[in-house]
Structures are given as C-alpha cells and as structure tokens.
C-alpha cells in the first residue's frame, strides 16, 4: 500500500511539472491562420537569358500582402534534366533573403547551380 501511494504521488509530480514546462513553451508559440502559400515556378527559358547569363528578375517577387512582423518560409527546388526534384539541405546550405513593403528578394548566391538546372520552383508561406 505504501508502495503504491509513491507511485501515485510521483505521477501527480510528474504531471505537474509538465503542465507548468508546457505552458511555458506556449507563451512562445504564436499562430497563423490562414496561412497562403505562392509557388513561382521557371523554366530554363525563363531563369537564363539570351546572353546565357543568370536572370536576376526571377530573385524580387511582389507579394503585396506580405506583412515585415511575419518573416515568410521561402524554399527554393530545383530539377536537373532526367532527375527528381531536390531542395538544398539547410545544414550545408541557409537560403538567404530579404522582405519590405510586399517585396521579397532572393540572394542570387541561393541559385548556385542554375547553369545545371532544367526547372526552378520558389515556395513562399506566409
């Protein structure tokens, strides 16, 4: 019997201790409802130029209802000819960019193979 209240009173402990660090965490948690989601998609006719130069227009896009307090969630994928879609690791490799008054700029260094590459789609969560 005197086993079994232990028991009891190290579960109530437990419990306890994990209602106070759970409401901790939530104090930092804020939520988006509705979240949008854009995906700009690119050929190869539309990400190189005639010059056979990289297009700079493809890293500024306009999103008008892009608030500067939200920061966006911006994956870039990539397709090679006769391949499947990647996107680069954010351990080798932190997409870089920028956002103001519904301007989002991409870093042109976040395209580091696009003489390679067959199709590029940018995803943008906001």
């Known amino acids: ?21 759970s409401q901790i965490q939530q104090k930092n948690v804020e939520e988006f409802s509705p979240l949008k989601k854009r995906v700009y998609s690119y050929s190869k006719l539309d990400f190189i130029t005639s010059e056979g130069e990289f297009n700079e227009s493809i890293c500024t896009l306009i999103i008008p209802d892009l608030k500067e307090d939200n920061p ?17 690791s954010l351990y080798r490799k932190r997409l870089r960019f920028n956002f103001k008054d519904g301007v989002l700029k ?14 590029i789609k940018i995803v943008v969560i906001y």
């Open 106 to 119: 991409l870093d042109q260094s976040n395209f580091w193979d696009w003489f390679e590459i067959s199709e």
């Open 72 to 88: 966006p969630y911006v994956a870039i994928y990539y397709k090679r000819d006769n391949s499947e879609w990647f996107t680069e």
């Open 1 to 21: 019997m005197k086993y079994l209240s232990s028991i009891y009173i190290c579960i109530l402990l437990f419990l306890n201790q994990s209602i106070v660090l």
